[in-house]
């Protein structure tokens, strides 16, 4: 039998080794003992520079959270890397950001074919490219490109909901459609077809697009001001979305207009356009904005304000800003609940076991459940109406 002393010594000498493990945090690519980093590319200049309120937004949200305190005692470190919209330079920089800086993984990064570009080199890598801001069917595609998550729900899906509406509201309507012509506008306008169904064939009686380059867009409307068509549906991005609601007010051109949620923004895309000529617009949201009158008032708005006024340079009522500070929420809330193990394995772990989780910027009853098969965190949408001023609830249609 062992003496009480050596007893007593190995025991010491157990839990002195136990010690170190049990205080050990993850430590591996973009996370040290006291940092978390984060990469991104954003639009800063170029032609959806509007866009660059988002990457301010996280910005300032992160700058609010190491203010007190971090997240499980590690700041968080952010590289936002402008990319002009140009899918070239967010390759250039997505790799500097992956092999020199090391970041943990690549957040709500802007633009469809920009993120299209570097997605399967970071599935490679098998880096997370979570949260892509933009709502392309692509980021769902979790057995092809597990890495990849989107965050709102899909542009085709907001498509076949504006189609419905159409069809309940308007079923003479002559449609005609100007999208970017890219993936973007490509997968709204399918969604509009899944919902309009073989009449497709004969509402739309005009479909025209723009590139990204394009210096305007006034042939456009003025060919589907000709077409005869009484209802627009526009998928649209940034200053292009603006010019459209210009040219419609100098030719006199009143349809009945829906346009995508990246269209809607009313500081950044509307007020240039002219407010209006936007009023009667139709969009759709799945979260509370600062320009939607019905959340005016609401606590998790008022929070946000409080927050803008000290750590957001820019203009609050924008709601692209209000997007980034939303979206930052989750990606806080999934580095929480990784605690110390913040590998990227268990950080898409988190991300992809997410249920019915409540987030104080979504609608009341909005809920966010992800799985190993569902990459869509925000599946509902709620329609809206532009009253000249603010976005209002969309009357209920029976």
């Excluded at 003479?172 to 064939?201: F, M, P, Q, S, V």
Aim: charged content about 20%; hydrophobic content about 40%.
């Amino acid at each position: 039998m062992a003496s009480p002393i050596r007893a007593a010594s190995l025991t010491a000498a157990l839990v002195l080794c136990a010690l170190p493990a049990l205080a050990q945090k993850y430590t591996g690519p973009g996370v040290t003992e006291t940092e978390i980093l984060i990469g991104q590319t954003m639009p800063y200049s170029g032609p959806l520079s509007a866009y660059a309120a988002l990457g301010k937004a996280h910005k300032g949200f992160f700058d609010a959270i190491n203010a007190a305190g971090g997240i499980n005692g590690r700041k968080v470190r952010f590289i936002s890397l402008d990319d002009a919209s140009l899918p070239s330079k967010t390759v250039e920089h997505t790799r500097r950001l992956v092999e020199q800086d090391q970041v943990l993984l690549m957040f709500s990064s802007v633009g469809t074919p920009n993120n299209l570009a570097v997605r399967k080199y970071l599935n490679a890598k098998k880096v997370p490219q979570l949260f892509v801001a933009g709502g392309d069917s692509a980021w769902g595609d979790h057995e092809k490109f597990p890495w990849t998550m989107g965050w709102m729900p899909s542009y085709r899906h907001e498509g076949q909901l504006y189609g419905r509406h159409i069809l309940k509201t308007r079923p003479n309507a002559k449609i005609g459609t100007l999208t970017l012509n890219d993936e973007y506008g490509r997968d709204y306008l399918a969604g509009l077809r899944d919902a309009l169904g073989d009449k497709a064939r004969t509402m739309i009686v005009a479909e025209q697009t723009y590139e990204l380059t394009d210096p305007t867009v006034d042939t456009q409307v003025v060919a589907l001001k000709a077409s005869g068509a009484d209802t627009l549906f526009s998928a649209m991005g940034g200053k292009h979305a603006s010019q459209v609601l210009r040219k419609m007010g100098e030719i006199g051109w009143r349809p009945v207009h829906y346009t995508g949620i990246a269209s809607a923004a009313v500081k950044t895309v509307l007020e240039p356009g002219g407010l209006e000529n936007a009023a009667g617009m139709h969009s759709a949201y799945y979260a509370k904005a600062p320009d939607t009158i019905a959340f005016a008032q609401d606590v998790a708005i008022r929070k946000y304000l409080e927050w803008a006024r000290k750590f957001y340079d820019g203009n609050p009522m924008d709601g692209i800003a209000a997007h980034g500070y939303q979206v930052a929420q989750a990606l806080e809330y999934v580095l929480r609940q990784a605690g110390d193990d913040l590998s990227r394995d268990n950080i898409m772990k988190v991300a992809t076991s997410m249920t019915n989780v409540e987030f104080p910027m979504l609608f009341p009853g909005v809920r966010v459940t992800t799985s190993k098969t569902d990459y869509y965190p925000v599946e509902d949408l709620v329609l809206l109406r532009f009253d000249g001023r603010n976005w209002q609830l969309a009357p209920a249609v029976p």
